[in-house]
C-alpha cells in the first residue's frame, strides 16, 4: 500500500513543466511594441543609414567593433549562421551592426570586417557624437579599457535587438544565443 | 511499549513521513511563469535628488519550469536600461529563460548598477523538492 503511494507520488513528481507557449519568442519580449529609435549614420555600403531603408524587412541590430576580438566575432558568426540556415528567407532579414568605436572604424573597414560574416551585413560609422546619440537611444554601453601601449579594447553591451517588418522595437536577444534561436525567433517574425 | 505509548511515537513519526513525502514527491507549482518586478513611477528623480533607492532585489532566483520568466516593468517617467534593453516609460520587457546558471545585467534601477539572475533547475528529484518548498516558505515568511 505504502509503496503504491510512493509510486503514484513519484510519477505525478514526473510531470513535465508545460514548454513555453507556443509562438513565443526566445529572445525577450518589449510591450507595447514601440517604433525603434531612427539611426542618423553613415552605412559601410557607402549610403545613409537609417532603418527606415529596411521596411519590409526584419532588422537584427547589434553594436560593436572591428578589432574586437571576443563577443562580436561570436555575435556576427551567429547572425550569419542563422542566416544560412534561413534559406530564401534570409532575403527579407537585414543585419545592421554600428561601431562603438568610431575613432577606428570607417566605412571601408566595417565593410571588410564585416564582409569575412556575411557580405550582406551594413556596418554603421559616424562621428564620435552620431554613435553616442545612437548608443543613447538604445541603451547601449561601452567602455575603453587602454593598454600600456596605448592599444585599447572597449567593453560594450552585447545584446541583438530585433525590429519587425514595420520598424516596431519588438524584441532583445541576450548575447549567446544559438543561430537556432535566432531562426526559430526570426521565422516568427517574418510571419507576421 | 504498552499502546498508549507505542500510538505517542507511531502518529508524529506517520505525520512527519507522510509531510516529507507530499514535500519530496508532489508535484511543486507556482501560480506564474512570470516573475514580475516594477520600476515605480519617481525611480530616476528620487535617484537624482541624493536619495538611496533600492527597488529592485540585487539578486532574482528563478527555477526552470517555474518561474522562468523574468518580468520588467517601467513605471518611472525616463527610459530606465535593464541587461540587454532599454525600456520606455510604460514599457515593459519579458525575457525567459531556458538555461540554468546565474546572469549578470547592467540595470539602471539598481544603485550598484548591477543585477543578478540566478537561474536554478527545475527540482526533479525528491531532495530538491524538499529544499525548494522549504526556501519557498522561508522567503514568503519574511514578506
Same mark, same amino acid.
Given at each position: 500500500m505504502i509503496a503504491r503511494f510512493a509510486l503514484l507520488l513519484l510519477l505525478g513528481s514526473g510531470v513535465a513543466f508545460a514548454a513555453a507557449e507556443p509562438g513565443a519568442l526566445k529572445a525577450g519580449v518589449l510591450s507595447p511594441v514601440m517604433a525603434a529609435p531612427e539611426l542618423a549614420l553613415q552605412g559601410s555600403d557607402g549610403k545613409p543609414l537609417n +532603418? !527606415? =531603408?529596411? =521596411?519590409?524587412k526584419v532588422v537584427l541590430l547589434a553594436f560593436g567593433f572591428s578589432s574586437c576580438g571576443e563577443v562580436c566575432p561570436i555575435t556576427l558568426a551567429t547572425l550569419a549562421g542563422a542566416r544560412k540556415k534561413l534559406g530564401g528567407d534570409a532575403a527579407n532579414v537585414q543585419v545592421v551592426y554600428v561601431t562603438v568605436d568610431p575613432e577606428r572604424d570607417d566605412a571601408a573597414r566595417m565593410k571588410k570586417f564585416l564582409g569575412s560574416f556575411d557580405p550582406t551585413f551594413v556596418g554603421g560609422v559616424g562621428s564620435r557624437a552620431e554613435i553616442d546619440a545612437a548608443q543613447k537611444s538604445y541603451g547601449i554601453s561601452s567602455t575603453k579599457q587602454v593598454y600600456a601601449d596605448g592599444n585599447y579594447t572597449i567593453g560594450h553591451s552585447s545584446s541583438i535587438y530585433m525590429i519587425d =517588418? !514595420?520598424?516596431? +522595437?519588438r524584441a532583445v536577444m541576450p548575447y549567446g544565443h544559438t543561430a537556432d534561436d535566432f531562426v526559430h525567433d526570426l521565422k516568427i517574425l517574418l510571419r507576421k | 511499549m504498552s499502546g498508549k505509548r507505542r500510538l505517542w511515537i507511531a502518529v508524529p513519526l506517520t505525520a512527519a513521513i507522510a509531510v516529507l513525502g507530499w514535500a519530496g514527491f508532489a508535484p511543486v507549482s507556482v501560480p506564474s511563469r512570470d516573475e514580475l518586478f516594477e520600476i515605480p513611477k519617481g525611480t530616476y528623480a528620487r535617484r537624482m535628488a541624493g536619495n538611496k533607492v533600492e527597488? +529592485?532585489?540585487s539578486k532574482i532566483r528563478l527555477t526552470l519550469g517555474l518561474n522562468d520568466v523574468l518580468m520588467l516593468r517601467n513605471l518611472d517617467d525616463v527610459p530606465q536600461v535593464f541587461g540587454p534593453t532599454i525600456m520606455m516609460p510604460g514599457q515593459s520587457f519579458k525575457l525567459p529563460f531556458e538555461k540554468a546558471a546565474s546572469y549578470d545585467f547592467a540595470c539602471t534601477a539598481h544603485a550598484s548598477g548591477q543585477m543578478t539572475v540566478l537561474v536554478e533547475p527545475y527540482p526533479a528529484m525528491p531532495w530538491s523538492k524538499i529544499r525548494w518548498r522549504v526556501r519557498e516558505w522561508w522567503e514568503n515568511r519574511r514578506t
Open positions: +532603418l !527606415a =531603408r529596411y =521596411r519590409g =517588418r !514595420a520598424g516596431g +522595437l | 527597488i +529592485l532585489p
